[in-house]
């Protein structure tokens, strides 16, 4: 079809999608951040966060995992805490969950590298347990203040982790996924979505259709808000 393109053919099979993106051309222009402050803000965040004092995670943790992409980016994805694999290389979402949430983000043709990826917690909770709530609310703290930094027009959320560090423990993500929502964090406010966890939809699969939907509203948005990825 003239203008259009079939998505990433393999995300899509799996979540038996037959959705083709108008890939319509967009502003490519947008207001740079100063990237020595948001470098410098970045390097005194980290030490903040391994300067932590009686942590359990960090504990027994091998390395903290701060996070990946562009700092410059427009777009910022929160995810769980590290798993083994990221706990190994420092990175977050580099093992299976994070296969899939590349094929995620190509399904909507966004590279990964072009945008900003971190997590709830910086260390690997033991035996790949999901953080328990005390531990979400220590480490939102720098959460918020990182998400400050990078100042991101879109802020998405994945899994429950993510939800409850931000929107609050008493909502349910098979409820909430997929809506916009403003947060405000330090008297700015942020564009935020919630979806299931990569990790998640490995473990259920027939829930792929729903992530599927939110993929296309985040599309639909970055095309709207004429943000380059």
């Not at 990237?35 to 410098?40: A, I, K």
């Not at 560090?165 to 700015?188: P, T, V």
Request: positive net charge; aromatic residues 8%.
């Amino acid at each position: 079809m003239a203008n259009k393109e079939i998505l990433n053919q393999e995300f899509l099979k799996s979540i038996e999608s037959d959705y083709i993106f108008d890939n319509a051309p967009i502003n490519r222009f947008s207001k740079s951040k100063d990237t020595d402050d948001v470098s410098e803000k970045l390097i005194c965040l980290k030490d903040k966060i391994k300067s932590i004092k009686d942590c359990e995670l960090k504990k027994f943790a091998k390395n903290i995992v701060f996070s990946d992409g562009n700092p410059k980016s427009q777009i910022m994805i929160v995810g769980e805490g590290p798993g083994e694999k990221e706990d190994m290389i420092g990175k977050p979402f580099v093992g299976e969950a994070g296969m899939l949430l590349n094929k995620m983000l190509n399904a909507i043709k966004i590279k990964r590298e072009n945008i900003y990826i971190t997590n709830v917690v910086n260390y690997r909770p033991p035996n790949n347990r999901k953080p328990e709530f005390s531990e979400i609310k220590r480490y939102s703290v720098f959460l918020r203040e990182h998400i400050s930094i990078i100042n991101p027009k879109i802020l998405i959320l994945m899994g429950s982790t993510a939800m409850k560090a931000l929107l609050g423990q008493k909502l349910k993500i098979s409820k909430e996924r997929g809506k916009w929502k403003e947060i405000i964090i330090n008297q700015r406010t942020f564009l935020t979505i919630l979806t299931f966890h990569p990790a998640y939809l490995l473990r259920q699969p027939d829930q792929k259709k729903f992530s599927w939907e939110d993929l296309k509203n985040m599309r639909k948005k970055i095309d709207e808000l004429k943000i380059k990825v």
